[in-house]
């Protein structure tokens, strides 16, 4: 069993682990996220190649408020994965970045900070991805109402002032 | 003005006598098929660093997705990728049925491959008809256009409709085959095999068309599985990876088909991974359409399936089965699930949350051109402006999956 591997290999790191519908699901502690993903990626016993999507919930009325979610995928072994962290809202609203394991998360963790607020510490480059840089709250949040309107925002001549900013 | 210390940093290290120029290619570039902004900073004609803007097709499916009941999503996802909707549809169908613990029926399952390996077909002829077209090989373009509006035909006749399908249901699809559909398939799937000799014909040795697609956009095997690359991108930079063999779902283990790679990863090979996988879906189609069982298109269950009009209409019952799951929709049990599929342009996932409600407490789809398009940087530097268009034509992003 992939899980019973994990909890041998990370212990407490660990928070929670299950299989619901044959599907692998682990909960990891923030703070050790850097090191798990590295070993997850590195080790051959897993060999998570792909770090095929980054999203997350948001579950409103509970304490932490977010659910992280990392989907791996390991070609030579067969196996997928679930990663979550659990963060909370406002500053408490980060975890690390996966962008030094796996590439793929460049793109995948500045659409989930445009979608939900969520701050990716290490990403080398986060600013929102499909919505534009004057856009007011994140839309995928559980408190943001699907009908509300944006404020208009004055047209910014390209040539006189500079691209979209980048850090 | 003065360059942001991201640029001027990689400027310096390719050439620090040379100026660099800044130039916004897009969002409405006639030669990009596509909604999308290049930022590009060019050395000469030389492309020192590309940023890539998307989203300017983004229209909150995720968001609306949790607005309705689990049925209502169907109609969006047929609005990823419009050039092989099916598929989408199947891929959510797919994942609500894993969380509900059920099957549709055999003969719904053959139905969903047969379609979604059609929408395969008509979502590469787009790809390379387009991408042939773009340098200067109208007639090319011509032929598979020709090829896939057979096609379409077909999903129209067996849909209702060419791109807007909403034809999969949880718990089957909404109709069976029409009647000529064995021998219609069949003249199609021929014309498709004189079409294919006939591009090969005039593509294969075409100097012009080799010198422009041969060596540009190359993407090595370590970096594209790093940037989450699938499917036909992936596979022609080496790696035998294919949803459809690694995680097999519907009834695709009974199927005898090959996943070709390709070797270098460069644009000619992913051109030709397409041609290539076009007889693949080819052969799938013919095998399915062999073995076809009789039977039912959609589970029996009165909580997931409507009821026959005739019920409806005639019986209060078949009337209050109706109501409750029109208006409170398919009851799913909480819990989640990722479930993907193979996307015409690589692993197409939908990771759905249930709270017990009718209604998804999350949809998000995993779109492939999304993290193709965020390997377009590494693909252009060093290459000339015309390499843009054949790497992003190659891409093959679709602005309603990439931008959802």
New interface residues.
Partial sequence: MLTDKLKEKFGADILESGNALGEDSIVIDREKAPEIFRTLHDDADFAFEFLIDVTAVDWLERRPRFDVVYQLKSMSRSTRLRVKIRVGAGDDAWVPSAHPVWKSADWLERECFDMFGITFRGHPDLRRILLYDTFVGHPLRKDYPFQKRQPIVPEIDPITKPLRPTK | ??L?A??SQKIEAADPADEIM?L?MGPSHPAAHGTIKF?LKLDGERVADC?V???YL?R?F???C??GTWTQCFPYTDRLNYASPCINNVGFALAVE??L?IEAPERAQYLRVIMSEVSRITDHLTCMGMAASELGAVTVAFLMIEGREMLYDLVEAVTGARLTVTWCRVGGVAHDLPDDFKERIAIAMRHIDGLLSDCDKLLSRNRVFIDRMSGVGILPQK?A????L?GPLLRASG?A?DVRK??PYLVYDRFTFDIPTGERGDNYDRFNQRFREIPESQKIIVQAMGELPAGPVMIGDPKIALPPKERVYNSIEGLMNHFKLIMEGIKVPA????T?VEGANG?L?F?V?SDGSGRP??V?V?PPC??A???LNKMLIGHMIPDIITTFGMINMIGGEC??
């Fill in positions: 003005m003065s942001p991201r640029w800044e916004q930022n940023d803007e998307v989203g983004h909150a995720e968001k609306m949790e607005q894993k969380l613990g970096d599985i790093s940037y989450g699938t790696v990876y690694a995680n819990g989640e699930t990722y993907a692993e996932g990771y949350v407490y999350r998000r995993r999304f993290l398009m965020s390997a931008d959802r």
